[in-house]
């Protein structure tokens, strides 16, 4: 088992970020880059000295990160980073799909005009940070949209499950987000969804919504070494393309 020390997403500029925030999000993304495998060792002094902060910050990131399942770690042991079944991930993403399809249909039904005002707020403020190149903002207002829409379904259950399972993916989210059109697709993706709100259509909302979840679980493993590879094999056996199962949008 090997102790990798993370290069920190090749110390990118983050903005007004936290420390944690910024130790998290480089190792996360030298975990789903596949630059660290699974079982190599997250050394929290080693990781405190290339990122140049305290060993606090780097074990509030490693808590997020065991939090969201991309890291092992025992009582008194240094965490390890976790083997992932694809199948029990992408029923992460299934599970979530649902929730955020079922939110969307809620919210269409119920949410009034100063709300869906709102949604149309947050929505332009990301088109416009997007345009600016400011990407974790962007990426904050992005999260505000779901948020925003899971509140309007005026659920109290659904919006705590819904919640506890939307933070576990963040990360993957997060990642997927990044790749190579990535950013422009979820834009548009948010653009038909708030479309589908204001004009009072709720299957169209929860078809759209849950599409857009479920092809970011897609792209994911498609792109995470790891996962792609089991992914492969998977497909030789002959199982089914998810994304494009359920019914189709009019």
Do not use: W
């Not at 890291?71 to 965490?79: F, N, T, Y």
């Amino acid at each position: 088992m090997s102790t990798v020390v993370p290069d920190g997403g090749n110390n990118r500029e983050h903005g007004n970020l936290t420390q944690a925030e910024i130790v998290r999000i480089g190792l996360e993304t030298d975990i789903l880059s596949g630059r660290v495998s699974p079982g190599s060792v997250i050394d929290e002094t080693e990781t405190s000295k290339q990122f140049g902060v305290s060993r606090t910050p780097v074990r509030e990131a490693i808590f997020l990160l065991v939090q969201a399942g991309l890291l092992k770690k025992e009582a008194r042991k240094r965490a390890i980073v976790a083997e992932i079944n694809v199948d029990d991930f992408f029923g992460l993403f299934e599970t979530l799909a649902e929730l955020e399809g079922l939110s969307a249909r809620f919210a269409t039904e119920r949410m009034n005009r100063a709300e869906c005002f709102e949604l149309s707020r947050i929505h332009t403020a990301a088109a416009e940070k997007l345009l600016l190149g400011e990407i974790d903002d962007y990426s904050a207002l992005g999260r505000a949209f779901h948020a925003h829409i899971l509140e309007g379904s005026k659920n109290s259950t659904l919006i705590k499950i819904t919640s506890e399972l939307a933070a576990r993916l963040i990360p993957y989210r997060r990642f997927q987000v990044a790749l190579e059109g990535g950013l422009q697709r979820n834009q548009d993706d948010h653009d038909t969804i708030l479309a589908a709100i204001k004009s009072k259509d709720a299957e169209a909302a929860y078809q759209l919504m849950r599409r857009h979840t479920l092809e970011q679980g897609d792209a994911v493993i498609a792109n995470i070494p790891a996962f792609s590879l089991l992914e492969r094999t998977a497909e030789g056996k002959g199982r089914p393309s998810r994304s494009s199962a359920g019914s189709e949008i009019s």
